[in-house]
């Protein structure tokens, strides 16, 4: 990149940006702090005879850090410091994993004046090798810190891709101000973000998925989250309703989200799933949730506004959950608005023989079907539920 186009984008995005949330150095001791500042003060002065940007950015981690110093104690005290106590700062940096945000926070402050020297370069190398940072790992954190100078969600996702050392958990305070998908796409993790609540074109999850077709996609992680985002699959019906499906997850969780125009989304293998304030609205051909057996589904503080379907399956489906036996399934402080379960059986949330709880929800206009839990050989337990022009709560 040309010096004057990376000087222009940190002064907009690092150092005219929002405050930085959730900095690892927040968690450290006042000790630990002072000799980091310390350091960063050293590098941005490091064959830099302007450093009025890079002390300012010095100061917005400072104050997202809770300094109870203030950054001339710094400029007088970075002069002092002795290899003694720079080496007990680097032992005390790695007991408390703190290595790659601080050496993330160096690169950001060396490139801010634009491309590197080799003396800054060399330094930058100085300090990765101190912290014993392997050589592999310092090309994806320069990577790393190209994306975050230009807020790049594309470049961001293609060094994530190679991240195999999962260095992108220790940089989160950067990188979730601008990424809008896949914040951590490895082997065994998908997480979803948007800081901003953007909607997330279905077609990007289809790429990310292990394996798709006409009508549906299936994801495959150990761990896989969505957060804060906004999913229309409207525009991915073609003959059927489009599904997200979701396989053998040890943890699947859906926090802040909203769903709309949905086929359903479907958990084959998965063993728990959390829902927290999310929404669910037009899942008109489908049940929302396809559960197979020996799964644990929360939902918490979330609504279902006009979902269900007609079916002339009898006693094995319901209109919010299909799920045939074996799963244990708890709604609390949920609201469910219009939803229905239309056809010859009976379940307008769910049915048949499973482990079912409804604690302080709402049901309003609920009223197609016979019961909204009907259980079978199946229990359900519920207490403060509020039913208005609806259907019985249970069988």
Request: glycine share 6%; charged share 25%; with cysteine.
């Amino acid at each position: 990149m040309e010096s004057n186009k990376v000087y222009e984008l940190f002064n907009k995005t690092i150092l005219q940006g929002s405050a930085i949330k959730e900095h690892p150095l927040e968690k450290a001791d006042e000790r630990l702090k002072s000799v980091y500042y310390d350091l960063l003060y050293i590098t941005a002065q490091y064959e830099n005879s302007d450093t009025d940007n890079q002390i300012q950015f010095i100061k917005r981690i400072m104050d997202s850090t809770n300094a109870v110093t203030v950054i001339s104690d710094h400029i007088r005290s970075a002069g002092e410091l002795t290899p003694e106590k720079t080496a007990d700062f680097i032992r005390n940096c790695k007991n408390m994993h703190l290595e790659i945000i601080f050496f993330m926070d160096c690169l950001l402050i060396a490139c801010s004046t634009g491309n590197l020297n080799k003396k800054q370069v060399d330094y930058l190398s100085e300090v990765a090798a101190s912290l014993e940072i392997r050589r592999s790992d310092v090309e994806l954190l320069c990577g790393y810190a190209v994306s975050i100078l230009e807020q790049s969600t594309e470049k961001y996702e293609k060094i994530n891709k190679q991240d195999t050392s999962e260095l992108y958990r220790h940089i989160l305070c950067y990188t979730k101000k601008y990424v809008c998908g896949a914040i951590a796409n490895t082997d065994k993790c998908l997480h979803l973000y948007s800081m901003a609540h953007e909607t997330v074109d279905p077609k990007r999850i289809i790429v990310l998925s292990s394996s798709a077709n006409y009508n549906s996609c299936e994801i495959t992680r150990e761990t896989i989250v969505f957060e804060n985002i906004r999913i229309d699959l409207s525009n991915m019906t073609q003959i059927h309703d489009f599904h997200i499906g979701f396989g053998c997850a040890k943890n699947v969780i859906f926090r802040s989200c909203d769903f709309i125009n949905g086929g359903s989304l479907r958990f084959h293998g998965c063993q728990n799933i959390s829902i927290d304030d999310c929404t669910f609205t037009d899942f008109v051909n489908d049940a929302v949730f396809d559960l197979n057996p020996d799964s644990t589904l929360s939902v918490t503080r979330s609504e279902f506004r006009n979902c269900g379907y007609e079916t002339s399956f009898q006693n094995t489906t319901g209109g919010i959950i299909r799920s045939a036996n074996l799963n244990h399934v708890v709604f609390r402080e949920c609201s469910f608005e219009s939803c229905f379960a239309q056809g010859s059986f009976k379940g307008g949330v769910i049915c048949f023989n499973n482990s079912a709880e409804a604690y302080d929800c709402t049901f309003s206009g609920c009223n197609r079907g016979t019961y909204l839990f009907f259980t079978d050989n199946g229990t359900f337990r519920g207490d403060r539920n509020k039913l208005v022009d609806s259907v019985e709560l249970k069988s």
